[in-house]
C-alpha cells in the first residue's frame, strides 16, 4: 500500500500508544523503503499514533498474540506463533503459507465484525485485505513481510507518531 | 455478579468518559494493557465487594436475581443472630402390610411401597426379618385369614405433600418383590413432612433470635419454643383482658384476675394420628366398657377419638363408641395448672376423655386400641412451663393445641378439550395452602382458583364451596361455610376466635373434579 504523504494533524482522531519505533523527521520515502527488525517496545518518551500505524500495531499484536493465552479473553489472537513453535527447525515455505492464512483469515473476520460495528471509523483505519509478501527463514528465526491493504488506497497519509 | 464482559464494559466507559480520544479496539495497546488486565483484576475485586455489600443487609441480599445466592447470604446473615435455616424433613409412618401365609420374611433396607394417588414412594430404612416369634418384627394374624406386620416407613421425598392420611392404600413399587403380599395401608396417618424454610420464614425468626429467650412475652415464647421445637407453626397468647380467657374470671364479679394466660400452639402443619393403648374397665350398662385416657396414655390434648378396636383371636373388632365424655385430670405435681371446668381442661394435658364402647360380653377385649388425632408435644411444652429453670413464679401459663377448624373443599375445574391435568398435585398445594394459613387469615376461594391457575386449566367453576367444621372446647362441633372466605367466627364465651382457632385440612377431604 503505497503512503502518499505524512501528516501531524490528529483532529478527529482516536489514538493509541505507539510501539514501533520511528524518527521524527523521515521521509516518505525513507519510512517506505527502510526494513529493519522491529521491536515492539515503549521508549523513554512515549509516543501516541492514529492511522496505519495504530493499525499495524492492532493486526500485529493480534497476529503474534497466541491463541488461549490470555485467560480474561481466551478467543483473542492465533495459532501463528504457536504453529510455528511447534515446528522447531522444520519450517518450510508451505508452512508459514498456510499458517498464516489460517490466522489472517480470523484477524480479517474480527477487524470486519468491528469495523462493521462502528461505523465511524476512517479510511486509513479500515483493513481491505492484508497478504503475505515474502518470507525468510534464519535458524530460529522467521522474517515475514505483511501487506495490508486500506480502504483509502493510494491516497492515504501518514501520521507520525507524536511524543505524549 | 458481575461478568467479566460487564467490567470491561465498565472500564471501557469510565476511560472513554476521562478522554474520548482514546481507542480502545481490540488489539489496541490500551485494550490490551489496561482493559483487558485491568478488567480481569477488577472483576473478582468488584464482586467480592458486592457480596460483602450484599451482607450487609437482607434488602440488598434479597435484590439478587440468583436465588441460590439469595439463600446463602440470608443464611450467612441469620447465623449472626444464631439462627439457622430449619431443614426439610420426610414424612414418617406405620404401614400396615398384609400377607397370605405365615413364613419368615426378609425385607431389604430400601424396601419400596408406592402410593398412586400422589405419586409418592416410601422406603424402609433398615432390613427387617419378620416372623411370628422372634424377628425384627411380629408377624400377626389377621381376622380373614391373612397375616400382617406394622412396618415404620418413610417417605422418599421430603417436604409436606408426602404425609398419608390413615388407611390410604399403598402397593409394591415397580421391580419390588415380596412373596404372598396382599395390600398395604397407612396404618394411622403419617407425620407431617417439612419443606425447605423459606426465606420469608428464617427473616421473620430472626426477631425471635434477637429476643430474650424466656416465657414471657408472646415473641419470647415463640423463641425459646421453636430453640427446642424447630417444627412449632405458630404460637398465640391470650392473656388478661382477652375475652377468650375463661379461667381468670372464676369470681364473684367475673372479672379477669392477672397471672393467667393462655398459650395456644400448633406444633405441625396437618394433624397427627397417634394409636393409644389401653385396658378397658367396667361400664354400668351390659355389654360396654370404657377406657378413660389422660396426658399419661399419650397424644395429651388430642382433638378426636377415630376409633376403638380391639383384636379378638385372629379377628380385628371394630368397637361402637357409645359415648365420650370430656373432663379434668390434673396430675400428683408440685406445680400445675388452675383448671376448673373440662372446656378450660380442652386439648390441654389436663384433657381427661372417657369413651365408652359396644363389646361382646362373650369376647371383651383385655386392651384396645384407641385411634386419635392430635397435635404433638403439648405435654411436653406445658412440662416446660411448669419446669422450676422455666416457669414465671407469678403467672399460671396453660398451654393447649389450637382449637381445630377442619375444613372441606370442593372445587370444580373445567379443562380445555382434549387436555387432562394432575389432580393430585392440585390437591398438594390446596393442603399446603389451608395447613399453612397464619394466625387470624381466612381460607379464601380467590387463593385456591390462583393455585388452580397454576396449572394448564380453563376455568374454575364457581361458587366454590368451602365448610368448615370448629371442634369448640365445650364438645359442640359448630359449622361454618362460605363461597368466598371462610373466616373463623368469634365466640369468645367458648374460647374461639382468630386468636386460638385455626385451619386443618386433610388431603382426603379437598375433592377435586374435573370436565372437559
Redesign the interface.
Known amino acids: 500500500m503505497p503512503i502518499s504523504s505524512t501528516s501531524q494533524n490528529y483532529t478527529g482522531r482516536l489514538v493509541d500508544v505507539s510501539l514501533l519505533n520511528f524518527s521524527q523527521n523521515q521521509t516518505v520515502e525513507e519510512l517506505t523503503s527502510d526494513t529493519k527488525s522491529v521491536s515492539i517496545s515503549f521508549k523513554p518518551v512515549s509516543r501516541y499514533c492514529s492511522g496505519i500505524q495504530k493499525l499495524i500495531q492492532r493486526y500485529t499484536v493480534y497476529l503474534l498474540t497466541e491463541l488461549g493465552s490470555q485467560s480474561e479473553d481466551p478467543d483473542f489472537g492465533t495459532l501463528f506463533i504457536t504453529q510455528l513453535k511447534n515446528r522447531q527447525n522444520n519450517v518450510s515455505q508451505i508452512d508459514v503459507e498456510h499458517f498464516f492464512n489460517v490466522a489472517n483469515l480470523k484477524i480479517m473476520n474480527a477487524f470486519k465484525e468491528y469495523q462493521k460495528e462502528n461505523v465511524d471509523i476512517p479510511d486509513d483505519e479500515i483493513l481491505n485485505s492484508a497478504s503475505l509478501n515474502s518470507f525468510e527463514v534464519n535458524g530460529d528465526s522467521v522474517y515475514i513481510k505483511i501487506q495490508l491493504v486500506v480502504l483509502s488506497g493510494d491516497n492515504t497519509t501518514f501520521l507520525v507518531p507524536l511524543p505524549i | 455478579m458481575e461478568s467479566?464482559e460487564e467490567t470491561k464494559t465498565r472500564i471501557k466507559g469510565f476511560i472513554q468518559e476521562i478522554d474520548p480520544?482514546?481507542?480502545l479496539?481490540?488489539?489496541?495497546?490500551?485494550n490490551?494493557?489496561i482493559v483487558?488486565?485491568g478488567?480481569?483484576v477488577q472483576n473478582a475485586i468488584y464482586n467480592e465487594i458486592q457480596d460483602l455489600k450484599a451482607q450487609a443487609s437482607i434488602i440488598t441480599a434479597s435484590s439478587y436475581s440468583d436465588e441460590e445466592q439469595v439463600d446463602t447470604i440470608i443464611d450467612q446473615i441469620a447465623s449472626n443472630y444464631n439462627v439457622t435455616r430449619l431443614s426439610e424433613t420426610k414424612s414418617t409412618g406405620v404401614v400396615r402390610v398384609r400377607v397370605s401365609q405365615n413364613k419368615s420374611y426378609q425385607l431389604p433396607t430400601t424396601f419400596r411401597l408406592y402410593q398412586p394417588s400422589i405419586d409418592k414412594y416410601y422406603v424402609t430404612t433398615q432390613a427387617y426379618s419378620i416372623q411370628s416369634e422372634g424377628g425384627d418384627i411380629q408377624l400377626k394374624t389377621e381376622g380373614d385369614g391373612t397375616f400382617y406386620f406394622l412396618l415404620p416407613v418413610e417417605a422418599e421425598e421430603a417436604g409436606t405433600s408426602s404425609q398419608l392420611s390413615q388407611g390410604t392404600i399403598l402397593t409394591l413399587s415397580e421391580n419390588q418383590r415380596l412373596s404372598q403380599f396382599v395390600s398395604a395401608e397407612a396404618n394411622t396417618a403419617f407425620t407431617s413432612g417439612r419443606n425447605n424454610e423459606t426465606n420469608t420464614s428464617l427473616i421473620s425468626r430472626l426477631q425471635q433470635g434477637l429476643s430474650t429467650k424466656t416465657l414471657t412475652t408472646p415473641v419470647s415464647i415463640k423463641a425459646r419454643l421453636q430453640e427446642l421445637y424447630p417444627s412449632i407453626k405458630s404460637v398465640s397468647v391470650v392473656g388478661a383482658g382477652s375475652d377468650e380467657l375463661r379461667r381468670s374470671k372464676h369470681n364473684l364479679f367475673g372479672v379477669d384476675t392477672l397471672g393467667m394466660v393462655d398459650v395456644y400452639i400448633r406444633s405441625t402443619n396437618a394433624i397427627e394420628q397417634a394409636v393409644l393403648t389401653k385396658g378397658p374397665e367396667a361400664a354400668p350398662q351390659t355389654g360396654r366398657r370404657k377406657v378413660t385416657l389422660t396426658a399419661e396414655d399419650g397424644a395429651a390434648g388430642f382433638y378426636r377419638v377415630i376409633g376403638v378396636y380391639s383384636n379378638s383371636g385372629s379377628t380385628r373388632v371394630i368397637h361402637t363408641i357409645t359415648d365420650i365424655t370430656y373432663g379434668v385430670s390434673i396430675p400428683d405435681s408440685s406445680y400445675t395448672n388452675y383448671i376448673v371446668t373440662s372446656q378450660e381442661a380442652r386439648f390441654s394435658t389436663y384433657q381427661q376423655v372417657e369413651i365408652e364402647f359396644e363389646v361382646s360380653e362373650s369376647a371383651v377385649p383385655t386392651e384396645v386400641e384407641v385411634q386419635v388425632d392430635y397435635q404433638p408435644n403439648i405435654k411436653e411444652i406445658q412440662d416446660l412451663f411448669l419446669s422450676e429453670e422455666e416457669r414465671i413464679p407469678c403467672a399460671d401459663y396453660l398451654v393447649k393445641a389450637v382449637i381445630p377448624c377442619f375444613v372441606t373443599v370442593d372445587v370444580k375445574i373445567q379443562l380445555a378439550i382434549g387436555t387432562t391435568v394432575d389432580t393430585n398435585k392440585i390437591r398438594e398445594d390446596i393442603f399446603d395452602y389451608i395447613n399453612s394459613i397464619s394466625t387470624g387469615d381466612s381460607v379464601n376461594a380467590s387463593d385456591i382458583v390462583k393455585i388452580c391457575h397454576q396449572y394448564d386449566i380453563k376455568r374454575v367453576n364457581l361458587p366454590m364451596i368451602l365448610r368448615g367444621s370448629i371442634y369448640q372446647p365445650n364438645g359442640i362441633l359448630k359449622s361454618i361455610s362460605s363461597n368466598d372466605s371462610l373466616v373463623i367466627p368469634s365466640d369468645t364465651t367458648n374460647s374461639v376466635s382468630t386468636k386460638t382457632t385455626q385451619f386443618f385440612v386433610s388431603l382426603s377431604d379437598i375433592n377435586i373434579t374435573t370436565a372437559n
Open positions: 467479566l480520544t482514546v481507542d479496539a481490540p488489539g489496541s495497546v490500551l490490551e494493557l483487558k488486565l478488567s480481569y
